[in-house]
């Protein structure tokens, strides 16, 4: 199973929440699948699939949602989650690593 789960700061009001619902539902709302969030918890955000296909819809949901500041300003903990049950990224740290650019040679 791949899964995200997102904790989002516990300090939000219903309208943030919800604003921050809405961002992540259409980020996980790929070309690859649909994935809606299963959580009861209005905190929390699981977006997950058993579906070979998940593993791409994970992974494009969370480097496209990473790029919404507004979002990433609102989360208290964001992990990613491989069909290995011991295999969990951090995905705020994952991905504020920046990419090295290649030097022009002139």
Known sequence: ???????LKD?????TLSNMKKIAD???DTRIDKLENVSSDKYVLIYQSDKESG???TLDGNCT??????FR????SWTWQDTDEDDVEDVLVELAIPVIRPRKIV
């Open 11 to 15: 300090n939000l009001d219903d309208t």
């Open 65 to 70: 949602l990473y790029l919404e500041e507004e």
């Open 1 to 7: 199973m791949f899964k995200t789960v997102i904790t």
């Open 55 to 57: 593993y791409g819809a």
């Open 26 to 28: 259409k980020h996980f």
């Open 73 to 76: 300003n609102n989360v208290k």
